[in-house]
């Protein structure tokens, strides 16, 4: 059984930071690809951002890049979200999911076979 569960959301004004955290357990979590998806009310669920396993390798929606990182610390179990410059479009739900086939940084998310319960962001103008 393999385990997510994300931390770190929170409400924030425009142009502040949050940096959201996904502990994993239950599985070698450093053999497989991880990411961030959102989803807003009534909308579908965005690719946010992945990262490969060794942590070499990022991938980022448009709507986050220059913004977002994405992070992993092996040794930890720990995938990380650092979230600067917020805007009230940001305003979701934010998952973090695993892959386990560990070799492509996929964008949607059917291709990811594990989810957290998700955590609230939302950003006030």
């Known amino acids: 059984q393999v385990q997510l569960v994300e931390s770190g959301g929170g409400l924030v004004q425009a142009g502040e930071t949050l940096r959201l955290s996904c502990a994993v357990s239950?599985?070698?979590?450093?053999?497989?690809?991880m990411g961030w998806f959102r989803q807003a009310p009534g909308k579908e669920r965005e690719f946010v951002a992945a990262?490969?396993?060794?942590?070499?390798?990022?991938k980022y929606g448009d709507s986050v890049k220059g913004r977002f990182t994405i992070s992993r610390d092996n040794a930890k179990n720990t995938m990380y979200l650092q979230m600067n410059s917020l805007k009230p479009e940001d305003t979701a739900v934010y998952y973090c999911?695993?892959?386990?086939?560990?070799?492509?940084?996929?964008?949607?998310?059917?291709?990811?076979?594990?989810w957290g319960q998700g955590t609230q962001v939302t950003v006030s103008s």
């Open positions: 999911a695993a892959d386990r086939d560990g070799n492509l940084l996929r964008t949607t998310p059917s291709s990811y076979d594990y």
């Open positions: 239950g599985r070698t979590f450093s053999s497989v690809v």
């Open positions: 990262i490969s396993w060794s942590g070499r390798s990022t």
